[in-house]
């Protein structure tokens, strides 16, 4: 699973804020801005924010768990847990 908050026109990573409990994804380059829909609710544990996107760490080779990676909407700290 791919993040998706590249901007359309610019092709660079936006940003995240939450505006009326809304998140949206803002590009820091042009205008575009979007609601995004895509994140989970977990708790940061650098900033103890509730928001943040869940992305995967597939592991290919042996037999380790794919880590689930949970990376905070706000400060961008990345959590990691494995998955069974
Ligand atoms: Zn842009
Ligand atoms: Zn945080």
Same mark, same amino acid.
């Given at each position: =699973?791919?993040?998706?908050? =590249?901007? !359309?026109? @610019?092709?660079?990573? @936006?940003?995240?804020?939450?505006?009326?409990?809304?998140? +949206? =994804?803002? @590009?820091?380059?042009?205008? +575009?801005?979007?609601?995004?829909?895509? +994140?989970?609710?977990?708790?940061?544990k650098e900033c103890g924010y509730d928001k943040a996107i869940i992305t995967f760490y597939g592991v290919i080779i042996g037999d380790e768990p !794919?880590?689930?990676? +949970?990376?905070?909407?706000?400060?961008?700290?990345?959590?990691?847990?494995?998955?069974?």
């Amino acid at each position: =699973m791919q993040i998706q908050n =590249m901007c !359309p026109k @610019c092709g660079i990573a @936006c940003n995240f804020r939450e505006e009326d409990g809304k998140v +949206y =994804m803002a @590009c820091g380059h042009c205008d +575009y801005k979007s609601e995004f829909k895509n +994140y989970t609710v977990h708790e940061c544990k650098e900033c103890g924010y509730d928001k943040a996107i869940i992305t995967f760490y597939g592991v290919i080779i042996g037999d380790e768990p !794919p880590l689930q990676l +949970y990376k905070c909407l706000k400060c961008g700290f990345v959590d990691r847990e494995g998955v069974s």
